[in-house]
């Protein structure tokens, strides 16, 4: 199948990524949120990333012409045209199994339907459809435009030609992909990397060390780009939350569990650079300011 309509569902943090990296590799792309003007604001992030990469010489063409491929949606009925569909709306069962179960509908036959979710089962989500076999996991990293891992996950029911046409695709937008072969909560990268954040955070708690030291060596001692504080502040603390409580649920593994000071955190709405404050404290453009605590 040739891949030539793209929609993307949700244009939060990976959503706008998602558009921005498959309107960069030359495909048309129907971007839809809840409300116009939150799609108009993912637009807006998408325009000012692609500005930045252009004026770096990291991609080819102008704005205009990227930002021309890219058109806001209003309503799902948009997705009658897809031939693939990134779903990246918030992380929460329900509403990603009602949205399937609305795209199976809209969609054309031939669509594949790919969730960017990080640790649902991608068989819980395909089971509201009447297409479990073109039902897929495609999980992107943060920030899309910089990350090159994408995990293709295979549900029990996705078929194998599925799983060739997302791989083909990601690979198309500039990725490597990393297959995973068995939807267990979390894949691979984030079921190797939350037991770590994990005991950041407990050591944190414990009062053994600070979270500026602990970014600090895990990326002098590692050679990480990112802490992990830092990088939870970037992704969301609530997403990463979610996720490690459906991994927990799943496995009731307590290297999984979240530690309670990231339970109060997201309660508070701490949620890291998106609010202003999370592991640490931002200014209005999003500059680090220092820790929060
Ligand atoms: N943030 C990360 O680093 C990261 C990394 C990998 C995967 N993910 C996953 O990607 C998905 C999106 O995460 P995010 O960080 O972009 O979250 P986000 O909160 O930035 O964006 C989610 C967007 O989805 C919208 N939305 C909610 N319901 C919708 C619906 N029915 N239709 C259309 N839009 C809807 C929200 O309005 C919001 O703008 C989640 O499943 C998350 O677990 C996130």
């Excluded at 339907?113 to 649902?120: D, G, K, P, V």
């Excluded at 920030?143 to 891992?149: D, Y």
């Excluded at 994990?198 to 944190?204: D, G, H």
């Excluded at 999984?256 to 640490?280: A, C, D, E, N, S």
Aim: some cysteine; aromatic content about 6%.
């Amino acid at each position: 199948m040739q891949v030539k309509q793209i929609f993307v569902a949700g244009a939060g943090l990976m959503g706008a990524g998602i558009a921005q990296v498959c309107a960069q590799a030359g495909y048309e792309v129907r971007v839809r949120d809840l409300t116009e003007e939150i799609t108009a604001q993912g637009l807006e992030a998408i325009r000012w990333s692609v500005g930045k990469l252009v004026e770096k010489g990291r991609v080819e063409g102008t704005v205009d012409e990227i930002m021309g491929r890219i058109k806001p949606a209003t309503a799902l009925a948009a997705a009658e045209e897809a031939d693939f569909v990134f779903e990246a709306i918030i992380e929460n069962l329900e509403a990603k199994r009602d949205l399937f179960a609305e795209l199976d509908k809209i969609c054309p036959a031939h669509t594949v339907l790919a969730t960017n979710t990080s640790a649902i089962p991608v068989t819980d989500i395909a089971e509201a459809t009447r297409r479990p076999a073109q039902v897929v996991g495609t999980h992107f990293f943060s920030p899309v435009p910089m990350m090159k891992a994408v995990e293709i996950v295979k549900g029990l029911a996705t078929s194998n030609e599925t799983m060739d046409i997302a791989a083909e695709l990601c690979a198309s937008l500039g990725k490597e992909t990393i297959r995973v072969h068995r939807d267990v909560a979390g894949m691979v990268l984030n079921r190797i990397n939350f037991p770590s954040t994990v005991e950041a955070i407990k050591l944190v708690e414990a009062g053994v060390a600070s979270v500026e030291d602990i970014d600090k060596g895990m990326r002098l001692g590692f050679g990480r780009p990112m802490g992990p504080f830092e990088t939870a502040d970037m992704a969301g603390l609530e997403i990463g939350l979610n996720a490690m409580l459906t991994v927990y649920r799943e496995t009731r593994d307590p290297k999984f569990h979240p530690p309670m000071l990231l339970q109060r955190k997201v309660k508070l709405g701490h949620l890291g650079r998106k609010t202003g404050i999370g592991w640490y404290k931002y200014d209005s453009n999003g500059k680090k300011l220092g820790p929060a605590d």
